[in-house]
């Protein structure tokens, strides 16, 4: 019985990393409507799914629709804690909605996170340097 479970675990898992798979090739090629139908399925199966959430705020942003990508970006990090490159999302979201105040705060987070060095972090640097006095 015990053996029978992992098998099946272990099958759920392989065929949610193929649908992840199949969702992001699909991304890839900018057929968003297909690729959110999977992720939306995915993340059915898989609640906890880092991944899905955040190629699902991809698509979002790709079809202009910010408050829906910041919810699925909050979703993401709020799966996986160390998916830092989120806030820098939701922060570019915001600034791009003019909320400054929200923007600078997941700048910030960004900017003070363990995420490498590189132009997205020293933008995030910068930008929260310019919003900071939004931060009140």
């Known amino acids: ?8 675990a272990n099958v759920e898992t392989q065929e949610n990393s193929e649908m992840l798979n199949n969702a ?14 999977i992720l939306t399925e ?10 899905a959430y955040y190629y699902l705020g991809m698509i979002c942003d790709a079809e202009n ?8 970006y909050k979703k993401a990090i709020s799966a996986d804690s160390t998916m830092q490159i989120v806030n820098y999302m939701i922060a570019v979201d915001y600034d791009t909605m003019e909320q400054y105040k929200y923007a600078y705060q997941y700048y910030l987070a960004y900017a003070s996170s363990d ?12 930008r929260a340097e310019e919003l900071k006095d939004y931060a009140k």
């Open 42 to 51: 995915l993340v059915k199966k898989e609640p906890k799914n880092a991944y």
């Open 1 to 8: 019985n015990t053996k029978a479970s992992e098998l099946l």
């Open 65 to 72: 629709d910010k408050n829906t990508a910041i919810n699925y």
């Open 24 to 37: 992001i090739s699909l991304y890839d090629s900018g057929k968003y409507p297909e690729s959110k139908n």
């Open 115 to 126: 995420a490498a060095e590189d132009e997205y972090k020293t933008y995030a640097k910068n």
